[in-house]
């Protein structure tokens, strides 16, 4: 960690000699700390399309989340507070390498001063003024230099940050919304099972009342029929809270004439993974070269750190006129000038500059940790999303072969229990089965488009428009 003292006297001569060369260390992208080839199930078909090439209009085909999406976009206020703050490090970036031009000013001024002169006192006026520069830092060993690269990276990882808040929010959009659509069909199917509940509870207590029916069967009804409606409040108070999302991700309240939604059903997501999958792709993904861009920040404040112990060469100089009268103030005997080159050698300074540099030091490694664990946690998520390619369908398929079940299950258990066959107990256990085996098609149904979003979303997709 420690630098070696003989090493900064021999970068002393090479810069001498060279004139004004960096003192910061060659920049080595680290090596990926992942498996060449990303695992899971790839889609064919798409080789030629790659995810972020792939544009949202045409990932996403359902017109009413288009709008959405777009509206986020434009509006939210997370996004545009993302893109204020890539606008602060821009500028701070200018501000950071306006020192290596030398700021010219220009003064005037009046003086009029009484002093004692011999025995008496005299009164004298003078007129000035001047052009000039004021302690520009010649920057020999790119000490500037190299605080103005550490801005640019700085400023560079946080637009990279803002093209990752962009396709976030393109997928939160898109998630928000499928949740919507999910839970409004979980809604319809609770209200159709209300309504069965309430036709059973219905039959059963007229049965009851005539002597058919048992009180444990208009009992069980009953208890069936509360539960039905307390899921109908929870999934109602879902929706509301689906669209209360959305409408703060929008930014703004939906407008009323948003094209009419497609069923979850419908939903048609284009596979983006294409064949082949090296995770080389990986790093143009925005957090990692983000990351890239911060390590190269980290490197170039080594340098700063670097050229801190050596001389710091200044320069002042400034010309203009000076008389005792303002009508003389530019005949030709009027001019002055100035020209004062100063040098400031560090001697001792309390272990201050070593501390730095060992700082600077310090904070490249953690640097480099970061980018590590940055590549390693987009293996993983894009590794998990593509697990899901395959299961979900195949999870998904098994459970619509169940529902098919249960609707034959209900049909007939419905059907024995009219005749006398079976008990209420059987009919009520059918229905059960068949309101889970519905709901569970919807949330897996789900879950499969939230992991190809999310798989878009890994793969650097969203941040197009259109391909």
């Known amino acids: 960690m420690k630098t070696d003292k003989r090493t900064l006297s021999v970068a002393l001569l090479l810069a001498l000699a060279l004139g004004g060369c ?188 005539e002597g058919v029916a048992t009180r444990i069967d208009l009992a069980q009804a009953q208890t069936s029929l509360q539960t039905a409606r307390a899921n109908l409040s929870q999934y109602r108070r879902m929706v509301e809270q689906d669209e209360n999302l959305l409408t703060l991700l929008a930014g703004g309240p939906l407008p009323g004439d948003l094209p009419p939604s497609t069923d979850l059903a419908e939903q048609a997501l284009l596979g983006p993974v294409p064949s082949g999958l090296h995770s080389d792709l990986l790093l143009q993904r925005p957090d990692i070269m983000a990351a890239e861009h911060g390590l190269r920040a980290a490197n170039a404040s080594i340098g700063a750190a670097r050229a801190a112990f050596l001389p710091a060469i ?33 001697i001792f300074t309390g272990g201050r500059l070593s501390a730095q540099l060992d700082l ?8 480099v940790t970061r980018y590590e664990k940055a590549i390693q946690t987009a293996f993983r998520e894009t590794a998990d999303a593509l697990a899901g390619i395959g299961t979900f369908a195949e999870q998904l398929q098994a459970a619509e072969l169940g529902l098919q079940a249960n609707q034959t299950y209900y049909a007939l258990a419905r059907e ?21 085996a519905r709901q569970s098609v919807v949330v ?22 259109k391909s």
């Open 314 to 346: 200044s320069l002042t100089a400034d010309a203009g006129v000076m008389s005792a009268d303002a009508a003389d103030l530019f005949d030709g005997d009027s001019g002055t000038w100035l020209f004062a080159p100063s040098i400031r050698l560090p």
């Open 22 to 209: 960096s003192l910061a260390p060659g920049f080595n992208r680290p090596m990926a700390p992942i498996a060449a080839v990303l695992p899971g199930t790839t889609v064919a078909g798409q080789a030629e399309v790659q995810a972020a090439d792939l544009g949202w209009q045409e990932f996403f085909a359902d017109a009413r989340l288009q709008t959405i999406i777009g509206m986020a976009l434009a509006n939210n206020r997370d996004l545009r507070e993302t893109a204020l703050n890539v606008e602060a490090y821009q500028a701070q970036y200018r501000i950071q390498r306006a020192p290596l031009l030398p700021a010219v000013n220009g003064g005037g001024g009046y003086v009029k001063q009484r002093t004692m002169s011999g025995s008496g006192y005299a009164t004298g006026e003078a007129y000035s003024a001047s052009v000039g520069i004021t302690a520009w830092e010649l920057d020999f060993f790119g000490r500037i230099r190299s605080l103005r690269d550490q801005a640019l990276e700085e400023y560079l990882a946080m637009e990279e940050n803002r093209r990752g808040a962009h396709i976030s929010l393109v997928a939160e959009v898109a998630r928000a919304y499928l949740t919507w659509l999910a839970d409004r069909q979980l809604l319809a199917i609770t209200e159709d099972t209300a309504a069965t509940e309430q036709a059973s509870y219905d039959l059963i207590k007229r049965r009851f009342e």
């Open 416 to 436: 024995r229990y009219d005749q006398g066959v079976d008990s209420y107990l059987v009919l009520l256990d059918a229905q059960r089965s068949l309101y889970r």
């Open 444 to 465: 897996i149904r789900l879950a499969m488009l939230a992991n190809k979003v999310n798989l878009y979303k890994v793969l650097g997709g969203g941040w197009k428009a």
């Open 360 to 367: 600077a030091e310090i904070r490249k490694e953690i640097a």
